[in-house]
T-cell receptor, first 114, second 116 residues
Framework: AQSVTQLDSHVSVSEGTPVLLRCNYSSSYSPSLFWYVQHPNKGLQLLLKYTSAATLVKGINGFEAEFKKSETSFHLTKPSAHMSDAAEYFCVVTHYSGNTPLVFGKGTRLSVIA | GAVVSQHPSRVICKSGTSVKIECRSLDFQATTMFWYRQFPKQSLMLMATSNEGSKATYEQGVEKDKFLINHASLTLSTLTVTSAHPEDSSFYIC????????????FGPGTRLTVL
């Protein structure tokens, strides 16, 4: 079984300050982990993914995530928030090497204050 | 890269009518597609797994007779919401595996269903 816990339902940061969105996962198998972003009334956009290669993953728009197996975490970070980063972020786990559905966390809403 | 399309993007219907949503993989074949539902301010929940040439697999609590899924070809899966009611109003999103080992999936842009 797989599950994802996003530890914060809402994070608010000032523009230009760092962003940290926390995610812990549980998986019986070797996981693939993803972060998706969803802007209001829009579809999902892939930010980055971990797939058993490098533990520090770089994504689009300056986002990064680090896979820590010992902590079962996959936190998303960005050094400097931009107003356009305000959106809903989903941490997702699935079975690596499997044609299986994705399991979504409940999401974290990121607000960026000018 | 591969693209998954959905049609329509938005639909408003009266209670009791049926609505069909199409999910197409535009430049790749997908033997499996997944249908998710997202209620306002909530996460995506898997509804069913659509399998080309065979019956769909539904998640617990999802009524198969209400949400009819047909995966008649390798590029098309359809979700029909039968006898829709206001509580079926939601954002419906499909996805298709890319076929890569990491199980990355491409998502459609979603369909906003509003039942009056």
């Amino acid at each position: 079984a797989q599950s994802v816990t996003q530890l914060d339902s809402h994070v608010s940061v000032s523009e230009g300050t760092p962003v940290l969105l926390r995610c812990n996962y549980s998986s019986s198998y070797s996981p693939s982990l993803f972060w998706y972003v969803q802007h209001p009334n829009k579809g999902l956009q892939l930010l980055l993914k971990y797939t058993s290669a490098a533990t520090l993953v770089k994504g689009i728009n300056g986002f990064e995530a680090e896979f820590k197996k010992s902590e079962t975490s996959f936190h998303l970070t960005k050094p400097s928030a931009h107003m356009s980063d305000a959106a809903e972020y989903f941490c997702v786990v699935t079975h690596y090497s499997g044609n299986t559905p994705l399991v979504f966390g409940k999401g974290t809403r990121l607000s960026v204050i000018a | 890269g591969a693209v998954v399309s959905q049609h329509p993007s938005r639909v408003i219907c009266k209670s009791g009518t049926s609505v069909k949503i199409e999910c197409r993989s535009l430049d790749f074949q997908a033997t499996t597609m997944f249908w998710y539902r997202q209620f306002p301010k909530q996460s995506l929940m898997l509804m069913a797994t659509s399998n080309e040439g065979s019956k769909a697999t539904y998640e617990q609590g999802v009524e198969k007779d209400k949400f009819l899924i047909n995966h008649a070809s390798l590029t098309l899966s359809t979700l029909t919401v039968t006898s829709a009611h206001p509580e079926d109003s939601s954002f419906y999103i499909c996805s298709a595996p890319t076929g890569t080992r990491d199980n990355e999936q491409f998502f459609g842009p979603g369909t906003r269903l509003t039942v009056l």
